[in-house]
């Protein structure tokens, strides 16, 4: 079977902007002037946005209710826990490690595979993804992130306030990422251009995978009205959540035995690492981006890795970037 040749990936991607002058690390960013975008489409952006970011906390609260009248069935834990692994590994495995830093090179259905399950999680389009991921590692912590904690600086209101932006705040600025800059590769792959366009079916699926199955599974509409709410909305809610909190609380709290750029603070946060699927040891995935592996330390779950590595027994992933021991020696503290 054929290997894609995808575009090795930089490790750290053209800056779409020099960083101001003088940049201290503990100011507030400048303030940045936004790309004119027409009024019809900032609503839309704002109403579509508001409605992927709200919809899964009603969810919670819903679910909460019905939890409370202990209206749960088995089949929503399995369907939940099923599409939460193969949503979550769709965003680790193929939007983060494949697709955005080039760690291993995939057969060509894998490839597609994992850009469809990353879709279906509900975090945006895999070539919108991958663009802001390169700029995040471009600017990590200075102007230019378009997710840092730290834009309004370090002061204890700075950092309450560059919490929630760093969470949730920023996916509502007006502040995009230039594809031609980021994702030239992912542009001229016609299989991810045809992934990306296909984003907001492939947001039906998800829903409709938990309806249906419950349904089928339960015999009854009610089945599958819970298995919407609880293997569909608040499975995104908590992926979308452990994933916001790699950018906020990882770039905060943890532990930062290896060496990062300048201003970057990414940190390892271990009770993150399973629901992340290996994510939150993220102070070594700053410190080696392209690495396959980020849980490097004894005892460091890493699921993704694990799931890499099985991929390329299977011969179905080449060329994977797995860390040595030199390398990570060299990157430590």
Known sequence: MPLTSPTRIPESPPDAAPS?????????????GSAPRREGGERLYVAVTA???VLPFVALGLAGWLLWGRLIHPTDIVLGLALYVLTGLGVTVGFHRGLTHGGYRAVRPVRIALAVAGS???QGDVIGWVATHRRHHAFTDRPGDPHSPYRYGTHLRGQLRGLLHAH?????RNDPTPHERYVPDLLADRDIR????????LCLLTLALPF??????????????TGLLWAGLVRIALLHHVTWSVNSLCHMIGER???????DRATNLWPLALLSFGESWHNLHHADPTSARHGVERGQLDPSAAV???LERCGWVHDVRWPTADRVAARRI
Do not use: K
């Not at 003088?22 to 303030?31: A, E, I, K, M």
């Open 20 to 32: 101001p002058q003088g940049y201290d690390g503990n100011s507030p960013f400048p303030q940045e």
């Open 51 to 53: 409605v992927i970011v």
């Open 120 to 122: 279906m999680s509900f």
């Open 168 to 172: 949730v705040g920023w996916l509502f």
């Open 194 to 201: 045809a992934v990306s366009r296909a984003f907001p079916l």
């Open 212 to 225: 249906g199955l419950g349904w089928a599974i339960g015999g009854s509409w009610l089945y599958g009205v």
């Open 257 to 263: 035995p290896f060496r990062t750029r300048r201003h």
């Open 308 to 310: 890499i590595r099985l």
